[in-house]
């Protein structure tokens, strides 16, 4: 049985059994639940479904979350993506996509939490991105979510995925962390390619605050998961051309949670700091709840 907290641990034993990470996992799974793999995959197509309902959603252009802060940019940003952006018009989809699916769940829209809610766009952003443009085929994506699964596991096994424990970066960075080794194993990477990526991602959203503006899941929240999409991305691009990450997921997961830990209280999910803490951020939490402190 694997125990989920060692990247490495995981790793090491796809590749000794010549498997993918997903059917490492989807088999290990099976065997401590005791239920079929079939059942285990069909309850995972079902996430997918999710995510991309929530993505639907989450394009209307006329959805607003109950704050009225935020909805609408998905929408936007789709528009904008039909004619390319800088960065092509695949990426731009993703951004939108994440961004979607975010509005969703600030307008209280069903969602995954992957492994949070405020960090549930960025899977969405790259797995089911990479599905609708006909990257890769469905089985191949639900597959992924189990290789997302099982490294998020190790993460939160290791440091955590609460932004109160560890700030933004336990969230976001998890996320893309997550969605890098799932991409990378969707294009064919291997074993090590994924936790190359994975440490990538979360180097990249090291130190990452918890700051909310009025304690609400939407600013920024929101712009944060569309970012987290091209963390993913550009981890995943790296690793998938052969670029290693000096140093190892393991050891950059232990520090994510050794510098979660040194945070001060006012940015981790508090809204005493950061963003929250500016002229306009307080001027936004008077607007929602109508008192000032």
């Not at 990247?7 to 498997?19: T, V, Y």
């Not at 959603?57 to 789709?78: C, H, I, Q, V, Y």
């Amino acid at each position: 049985m694997l125990e989920y907290r060692s990247i490495s641990e995981l790793c090491g034993r796809a590749e000794e059994e010549n498997r993918r990470i997903s059917e490492l996992v989807l088999a290990d799974q099976a065997a401590q639940l005791e239920l079929p793999a079939e059942e285990l995959f069909r309850r995972m197509e079902r996430r997918i479904e999710v995510m991309e309902s929530a993505v639907a959603a989450g394009l209307d252009p006329e959805l607003r979350s109950a704050s009225g802060l935020t909805g609408g940019d998905a929408a936007k940003m789709w528009a904008y993506a039909a004619g390319g952006g800088v960065c092509g018009g695949t990426v731009c989809r993703a951004i939108a996509r994440a961004i979607a699916v975010s509005e969703n769940n600030a307008a209280m829209g069903r969602v995954v939490a992957a492994p949070t809610a405020g960090s549930c766009g960025i899977l969405p952003g790259t797995v089911v991105s990479l599905l609708s443009e006909g990257r890769c085929s469905r089985e191949a994506a639900v597959m992924s979510l189990f290789t997302a699964g099982a490294f998020g596991m190790v993460i939160a096994a290791r440091a955590t995925i609460a932004g109160a424990e560890g700030g933004c970066q336990a969230e976001c960075g998890s996320a893309a962390a997550m969605a890098a080794a799932a991409v990378v194993e969707l294009m064919g990477g291997s074993p090590g390619q994924c936790a190359d990526a994975c440490a990538m991602a979360i180097k990249n959203q090291l130190g990452l605050v918890c700051d909310p503006v009025a304690g609400l899941v939407e600013i920024p929240c929101i712009k944060r998961n569309a970012a987290g999409v091209t963390t993913a991305f550009c981890a995943a691009e790296m690793a998938l051309a052969g670029i290693r990450s000096k140093i190892p997921a393991d050891e950059c997961i232990d520090a994510m949670r050794a510098v979660g830990e040194s945070m001060p209280s006012a940015l981790r999910e508090t809204a005493r700091g950061g963003l929250a803490a500016t002229p306009t951020g307080e001027r936004l939490r008077e607007q929602v709840f109508g008192v000032s402190k």
